[in-house]
């Protein structure tokens, strides 16, 4: 059997672009992205002051059609994808029978019997595999295929992007609400134009062919040029969303994590009619106390507190840091990490709170997440 790491990298539609630009670029998730173009700092407050621009492509892409599409994806996932409207999205979870998350998603309603679901890179075959075993019930008319070599992904990002992506559009971007979409031209180029994001800016993602891809991101770095927009890679989209308080599959979210171990029981829909993968287990968690809260942490001193390290209450391990890095919006080392409940019941900190980092007891603050809210 071949061993999937020794696969060659994916390239996207972008690639000559990120290479011409002095990317770094590295290996994530079986893609060659760019990691920085010059400073992820740099390209994280632009995307704070500013706009960033980012190559996404290596997102999945798949599509679960026909008369019983709606039907299926109740199913599958523990959201309720029937209820959206044609236009409209949702952020929701793919979990396993016994309630662990296999993937987070955003689910998108094309039309009545369209849906286009967005997986994480790593688990764009994982999802589309249980997708199509759970919609594989007998007399069901749904398909699924997965349609990622078919699209690009980029996103715009940030206070800006507004007045840079509105001259190039042919929709009016104030009829495109928070987790809608909209077919498009974007300087002459059909696209879905989608208001979504993973930064806690305001900002959009578009959806395009991969020939497309090129002259759509040019047509928006010229635009934007201006206005202080950088084309942003994976460390400041990493920085970004952990500001956001929004989790990442690998780190905040697992196969061992259910959606309310990490907060987010909101996405399960268990009054939604009829049966759905994980159904039982999730409502019997959602009942139980919590065996692990996902909370904030607030470095106090400059040693950054990162993935695997230990949390400590009294000098006693307490939990462990799922994700960690500087923050360059608030100046001190941030994390997110699951403790033990009464752990997270304690106000602040009070001397007692801290981070085995290499054998140090870094001292910390708990802080309710998200760490930032763009103004309003």
């Avoid at 000098?315 to 919006?329: F, H």
Wanted: charged share 20%; proline share 8%; with cysteine.
């Amino acid at each position: 059997m071949t061993d999937p790491r020794s696969a060659p990298l994916r390239t996207t539609p972008l690639t000559a672009v990120h290479e011409l630009l002095g990317a770094t670029l590295t290996g994530f998730s079986g893609w060659r992205m760019p990691l920085r173009y010059t400073s992820e700092t740099a390209e994280h407050n632009a995307v704070r002051t500013a706009a960033g621009l980012f190559d996404l492509s290596h997102m999945g892409e798949i599509t679960v059609t026909g008369p019983d599409a709606a039907a299926a994806l109740d199913y599958a996932l523990a959201g309720q994808p029937s209820a959206l409207a044609p236009g409209r999205a949702r952020y929701t979870m793919i979990c396993a029978p016994d309630g662990g998350i296999i993937d987070d998603l955003i689910v998108y309603r094309l039309e009545p019997e369209e849906f286009l679901v967005v997986p994480n890179a790593a688990n764009t075959a994982a999802v589309g595999q249980a997708l199509a075993e759970r919609t594989a019930s007998e007399g069901s008319d749904a398909r699924v295929s997965d349609r990622t070599a078919d699209y690009a992904l980029i996103a715009i990002q940030g206070p800006r992007a507004v007045s840079i992506l509105a001259p190039l559009s042919s929709v009016g971007l104030d009829e495109l609400r928070y987790y809608a979409s909209y077919p498009a031209t974007v300087a002459g180029h059909q696209v879905l134009l989608a208001r979504t994001g993973y930064t806690g800016e305001d900002g959009f993602e578009l959806f395009t062919s991969p020939e497309a891809a090129e002259p759509v991101w040019t047509a928006l770095a010229e635009r934007g040029a201006g206005s202080g927009l950088l084309p942003a890679g994976l460390s400041a989209r990493d920085t970004l969303r952990l500001e956001a308080g929004m989790p990442l599959y690998g780190n905040e979210l697992s196969l061992d994590v259910t959606p309310y171990d990490a907060g987010l029981g909101r996405v399960v829909k268990l009054d939604k009619p009829g049966d759905f993968v994980g159904r039982a287990a999730l409502a019997q968690r959602a009942q139980a106390a919590p065996e692990r809260v996902l909370v904030g942490l607030a470095g106090r001193s400059r040693r950054v507190p990162r993935h695997g390290y230990q949390v400590l209450w009294d000098g006693t391990p307490a939990g462990t840091v799922t994700s960690g890095a500087p923050s360059p919006t608030l100046g001190v080392p941030i994390a997110m990490a699951y403790v033990g409940p009464g752990v997270a019941g304690q106000p602040g900190a009070d001397g007692r709170l801290a981070v085995d980092i290499r054998g140090s007891a870094e001292p910390a603050e708990m802080v309710k997440l998200p760490f930032y809210r763009r103004p309003a």
